[in-house]
């Protein structure tokens, strides 16, 4: 049973398009988060959901948008996707967001093209 | 501004060795540091955590330290096999939740 799971793994897609991504845990985390993984393999936080609530919303465009559903679901839709937007997307959850440790998924690969 | 380095991109020992990573970090003051270990087309996996009171901690072949007075942790692996080959984050984590990663250090362990 995967822990945290994100579909789809690749994503290729023209420019311009929009895209989502699905993420659900099944670890009865509170706390979700989604992160970007560049080609200098830098690791940065994008969003934060506690328990459906948004607590960490860094600068990120306003073409991206979480949503959670529910604490075990954190989505990402991408708007109007750009050739910069290229990278892996991970999504992570953890206990109460703060010395857990997360748990990642296995990455979603998004090429713009 | 906030930063954190790990040492050098690649680090290359012999099977049986310690292998150790260095995570170096200015302009923070984290409640605690994590590390996690990431193979090629997977998530990172964690590992240990570390909190800002503690020195060090311990897992099976791993050891990690925190100095918080130098601004480093270091993360130590004894017996190193080829299996352990990989690359290795490190995190730093206020108490907002907000983790901070650095750029990794990829270990490969030679037979």
């Known amino acids: 049973d995967t822990a945290v799971s994100q579909t789809p793994k690749y994503l290729v897609t023209q420019m311009g398009n929009d895209k989502s991504i699905k993420c659900e845990q099944n670890?009865?985390?509170?706390?979700m988060y989604w992160y970007k993984q560049d080609s200098k393999k830098f690791l940065k936080i994008m969003f934060s959901y506690n328990n459906k609530e948004l607590i960490i919303n860094e600068t990120v465009p306003n073409r991206f948008s979480p949503k959670s559903p529910d604490k075990a679901h954190l989505n990402l839709h991408i708007n109007s996707l750009e050739l910069g937007d290229s990278a892996v997307y991970f999504c992570?959850?953890?206990?109460?967001?703060?010395?857990?440790?997360?748990?990642f998924g296995s990455g979603t690969r998004l090429t713009v093209v | 501004s906030q930063k954190i380095e790990q040492n050098s991109e690649a680090l290359n020992i012999q099977e049986g060795k310690t292998a150790t990573l260095t995570c170096n970090y200015t302009n923070y003051s984290p409640a605690y540091l994590q590390w996690y270990r990431q193979d090629p087309g997977r998530g990172p996996v964690f590992l240990l955590l570390i909190r800002e009171n503690e020195k060090e901690k311990r897992k099976e072949r791993l050891k990690v330290t925190f100095d918080t007075t130098l601004k480093q942790s270091l993360f130590h692996i004894t017996a190193s096999q080829p299996a352990d080959s990989a690359t290795y984050l490190c995190a730093l984590d206020s108490n907002a939740g907000k983790s901070t990663f650095g750029d990794g250090t990829t270990l490969t362990v030679k037979p």
């Open positions: 992570a959850s953890s206990q109460n967001g703060q010395g857990a440790g997360y748990t």
């Open positions: 670890l009865g985390h509170d706390t």
